[in-house]
Every structure is written in C-alpha cells, then in structure tokens.
C-alpha cells in the first residue's frame, strides 16, 4: 500500500476504506449497528489497512471487532475517527476526554492513529478550545495525529493561528462534482493534507462518459481515473464499497499514469 508522510512524520496510506455503513443493518447508515464485520473483513483480505469512521457513525466497536478478528498487527493498521462538533461531545476538556476514552475502548486499542474534528461549528472560542485537548491527547501518545474535516480556509486559519501542533489532514468533500481546489491548495501550503471523503460521488453522466473515454486507453474505470487523479496530487481517498470485487478494483490505481492534458481536463470538470 502507498504511504505519505504527515507533516508530524506519521505516515498515512493513501487509500483506505469509507465504513460508515457498515455493520449496520441493510447497510443502512441510520439503522441499527449488528457488528457484521464481513465487508470489513473482505477489504483486509483484499490489503487495505486504512479505515475510516467516526463517532457518529456509531460503529467505531465494528472495526475494532473486525480488526480483533483479523489476526493482522494492530500497527499495520491506520484507523481514523472523528469526534462530532457538538456540545455533548466538546463543552469542556472532561467531555472530550471521556469521548477519546470511549473510542480508544470501542476500537480495542491504547491508541488511535488519527483523530480529527468532524466538522467545524459557530463558536471560534469553542472550537480552538477543542482543538487544545485534542494536542493534549497527541502529545500523550493517545492520538498519534490529529486534523479537521470540512473545515474552510478561513477555519483552518483558526486553528493554525492558535496551534501549537498543525494539523496534519483536513477531510474534505472532494469529487468531480466539487474538487475543493482552493481548499486543497491551502493546505497544501501550510503542510495538511485533504482526505477526500466520498471521492466517487457527485459525478454527472456528461463527467462519466468523458472519465470513461480516458480511462478506456488504460483499461480502466471512470472511478479509478478518478482516484488515480486524487492520489498522483497527494489527496488521501477513501472510497467505500460493501462489494468484494469493487473494493479489490478500487486498489488497482497505481499501475498507470495520467497524461498532464487529461490531469488539465479531470481537473476542469
């Protein structure tokens, strides 16, 4: 699996697994969790090590089942949880401290590779506050990286403005239907990587066939052009698929290469 290094010197596979409808009933995000770890043990057979979840997903137990189960090292694996912008959750250092206890527990582990703010909220105070017990957990070994998702120029900013540890990853919505490019380059030039969630959603038919028509002289899919176009400028993808032969495909990315014309026009849908 390809691995980038964080800007705190961890590194991250490039590609993991979406999981936030799984081991849940039909595979339905809002029903009942069933701790049915077969599609999770499915992508481990298949060679991916990089899950994603969060608090909200309910299922942070799920993997750690999946991952107890597995025989596979815990340290080969990369697991990432969010902890939800909510006050239930960040009132104060105690509350977030019982959230992170209660994922290191729920995943059967001491420690969590990466920990991130799901999303940000209308409470600068609150959220830099937030972000302060986080850089606890992550200077007592706890949270071995800690970043962001959804958050905007301006709120990644904020934290950077009031760190004393950088993030190391903002998730982001990023498709083809919305790349995110100024978000994207932010980062980048401040050293945090975007993780694109749901990286094949948000695709037209006029975008597909042209995804097509690229991919076809490679032998491949509009969603791998897609995912190889994400990883070849260091975006972190984690596509999600219940099926085992879609998550053995959505792997095989890193066999061909882009031309900089067909980047220039992936890059323009």
Not at 225 to 245: A, T
Request: aromatic share 10%.
């Amino acid at each position: 699996m390809n691995l980038i290094t964080l800007n705190n010197n961890k590194q991250i596979p490039i590609i993991g697994s979406g999981t936030n409808t799984f081991g849940k009933v039909n595979n339905d995000y809002s029903a009942d969790i069933n701790f049915d770890t077969t599609e999770l043990q499915s992508a481990i057979t298949n060679g991916y090590r990089h899950f994603d979840t969060a608090i909200s997903y309910r299922n942070e137990a799920v993997i750690g089942k999946a991952i107890a189960e597995s025989n596979v090292p815990r340290e080969e694996f990369f697991i990432t949880s969010k902890l939800p912008g909510k006050p239930e959750y960040t009132k104060d250092e105690a509350t977030i401290d019982e959230a992170v206890k209660n994922s290191l527990e729920a995943f059967q582990t001491d420690y969590i590779d990466l920990y991130l703010i799901h999303h940000p909220w209308d409470n600068d105070e609150e959220m830099v506050a937030t972000w302060k017990v986080l850089e606890k957990h992550a200077k007592a070994g706890t949270l071995k990286s800690i970043g962001v998702s959804n958050f905007s120029k301006e709120q990644l900013q904020l934290i950077l403005d009031n760190a004393t540890i950088k993030p190391t990853v903002n998730q982001i919505k990023s498709h083809p239907g919305e790349w995110n490019h100024d978000v994207i380059e932010f980062g980048r030039e401040h050293d945090i990587f975007a993780e694109a969630w749901s990286p094949l959603s948000g695709v037209s038919d006029a975008d597909r066939e042209r995804l097509n028509a690229i991919g076809e002289k490679y032998g491949k899919s509009w969603a791998l052009v897609v995912l190889n176009f994400q990883i070849d400028r260091e975006v972190i993808v984690i596509p999600k698929s219940h099926n085992f032969d879609r998550q053995k495909s959505n792997l095989e990315v890193f066999d061909f290469e882009l031309t900089e014309e067909e980047k220039q026009e992936i890059y323009n849908l």
